[in-house]
């Protein structure tokens, strides 16, 4: 046995205490190939003080190794010695064997840091003198995924499955393809492959991504299968929980999903989510009280969730409480910018609260972004007749007839103005 060998096995077996001396020798007595295999073992347990050790050793002896060089800058990478690791690569000219490597380490090192654009240009210079490495496409394949550029990664995943390849550094390049597929909205073509990749390996998060994309395309009944997969092999997983709820609702399994909220909120009360749609439940199933207060838990937890603010006002407006409604609205308005949909609820609560000024003028904010849309415009009307404005009672009805030209009664009430 060499030395290297030797001090690996000492480190496996949790014996550090000779492993300085154990090194010494090794770098003095062994083979270069077994000093090699020793700094490539040593950087993947971790020891990068010693792997540095061993790799400077290696690089008196050969100091026209560049892939000593790409190790090293490795090394300063893993240290956050940024500069050195840059001015290591940047000693590799393009003729050497290890340019390749020091473009995907370099092309790494800068997606990591948040450039991209940057990382793009490596890896396509890389694949320029690589044509069909398929490291690089799959390097390729996952910086556009990251980007959220799903198209171009589904390029890259899928010529590794044609070249061959099914899985790669611990990545499954169906499930990774499934996933591009299903977040570029092409949800029919990702299909097969998380099913294929979730019967090859029962990742949970493939599974949950597979319930998602047929979520998306209302075939509740296989969201509904996969999303209790995951929760069979992981009940933790509490991501998956309002999701199954929903389509519980969507096939009206209005009990099952009050049993999953329960299970669900006993396993996490800080689940935004899983409150907003409990509360949809327990309006399907009349307990408004029940609506009411988790309502209350989804809005404390997360009071600018412009979704939940709405269905929240929604819920009170129906329920007459036009005080609490105004009150989350107003606290909407003064704390983010907001979707409009706000300024026409206020409109409707000040209205019934008999608060005309106000109402006026949330009316005239939201009629900035509705002026195009039916159901606004109807409302806009009622409020604009009881205020006695005529002039813009007549526009908004002209705007209304354009979009339902036949429809009698605001045909009778443009003619009664025209009257006046």
């Known amino acids: 046995m060499s030395y290297s060998q030797e001090l ?11 492993i300085n001396e154990l090194l010494k020798q090794a770098v003095a007595n062994d083979a270069d190939e077994d000093i090699y295999l020793l700094a490539d073992s040593l950087f993947q347990l971790g020891f990068l003080q010693e792997t540095k050790t061993v790799l400077h050793q290696l ?26 690791a840059i001015e290591l690569l940047d000693q590799i000219e393009p003729t050497s064997a290890a340019y390749i490597q020091s473009l995907l380490v370099a092309a790494d090192y800068y997606q990591t840091q948040g450039l991209p654009e940057v990382s793009e ?20 394949g996952e910086l556009y995924y990251s ?14 499955l044609e070249q061959g390849y099914s899985d790669m550094g611990g990545v499954s390049i169906k499930a990774r393809l499934g996933s591009a597929y299903s977040a570029s909205g092409d949800f029919e073509e990702a299909t097969p492959y998380l099913n294929e990749a979730t019967q090859d390996d029962e990742d949970i998060d493939t599974i949950f991504n597979l319930g998602l994309t047929y979520f998306q395309q209302e075939e509740f009944t296989r969201a509904i299968e996969s999303f209790q997969r995951v929760i069979s092999l992981d009940h933790g997983y509490t991501s998956v929980y309002p999701y199954l709820v929903e389509a519980l609702l969507a096939e009206y399994r209005l009990d ?11 396993l996490d009360q800080t689940n935004h989510s899983l409150y907003l749609v409990g509360a949809k439940v327990a309006i399907k199933q009349d307990q408004f009280t029940q609506a009411r207060d988790y309502f209350q838990q989804a809005y404390q937890l997360n009071p600018n969730s412009e ?37 026409w ?18 009316f005239s904010q939201a009629y900035d972004f509705f002026a195009e849309t039916d159901e606004f415009l109807l ?31 605001m045909t009778q009430l443009l003619q009664r103005l025209d009257d006046v």
């Open 8 to 18: 690996i096995h000492h480190i496996q077996s949790g014996d550090l205490a000779t």
């Open 59 to 84: 690089q008196l002896r050969h100091p026209q190794d560049d892939e000593i060089k790409v190790n090293l800058a490795e090394i300063a990478i893993e240290e956050g010695q940024d500069l050195q």
């Open 121 to 140: 240009s490596k890896l396509l210079e890389a694949k320029k003198m690589m044509p069909e490495e398929p490291i690089i496409h799959l390097a390729l």
């Open 147 to 160: 980007m959220g550029k799903y198209t171009q990664a589904t390029r890259w995943y899928s010529h590794l």
């Open 256 to 266: 099952e999903a009050a049993q999953v909220i329960e299970r669900g909120l006993a």
């Open 307 to 343: 979704t939940m603010i709405l269905e929240y006002a929604n819920f009170l407006m129906y329920s007459e409480d036009y005080v609490g409604a105004v009150a989350i609205l107003e606290d909407a308005l003064s704390n983010f910018d907001t979707d409009p949909q706000i300024y």
């Open 345 to 362: 609820l206020l409109g409707n609560a000040y209205n019934e609260l008999e608060q005309f000024e106000q109402a006026r003028e949330a």
């Open 379 to 409: 409302d806009y009307a009622t409020f604009l007749q009881e205020d006695g404005q005529r002039e813009r009672l007549r526009e908004v009805v002209v705007r209304y007839l354009d979009i339902h030209p036949h429809d009698p009664e």
